[in-house]
């Protein structure tokens, strides 16, 4: 299912004028799902898929967040955003949150 999220996710960053770097990124004893280029700016994009009516968002913690962020340092990522994925019996939705780093 993350796998899938994934592919939701860099298409639909594609879509809105971002470039994906690379997808899986190790650093140190973490990962990275996406790092993408947005007019210049490197961004760490970390993707949430979930099945049923919440949203996928809400599901990352502080403490995910927090490292997200840290590692997105260490990559020399300017912004982190945080996108999820619900994917539905009959349709996938997606909420990106912009620069929440």
């Known amino acids: 299912m993350g796998r899938a999220g994934e592919l939701v996710a860099a298409r639909f960053l594609e879509d809105h004028g971002l470039s994906v770097l690379t997808r899986n990124v ?3 004893r ?3 799902d996406l790092l993408v280029l947005d ?3 490197r961004v760490v994009v970390e993707v949430r898929t979930i099945t049923g009516a919440a ?3 809400d599901a990352i913690d502080p403490a995910k967040r ?3 962020r840290r590692l997105a340092g260490r990559v020399g990522a300017g912004r982190t955003d945080f996108l999820g994925v ?3 019996r009959h ?3 997606v909420h990106w949150v912009p ?3």
């Open 99 to 101: 620069g929440c780093g």
């Open 55 to 57: 949203d996928p968002v």
């Open 39 to 41: 007019h210049g700016t």
């Open 30 to 32: 973490g990962e990275l």
């Open 66 to 68: 927090r490292r997200v």
């Open 91 to 93: 349709d996938v939705v």
């Open 26 to 28: 190790e650093v140190g």
């Open 86 to 88: 619900r994917l539905g």
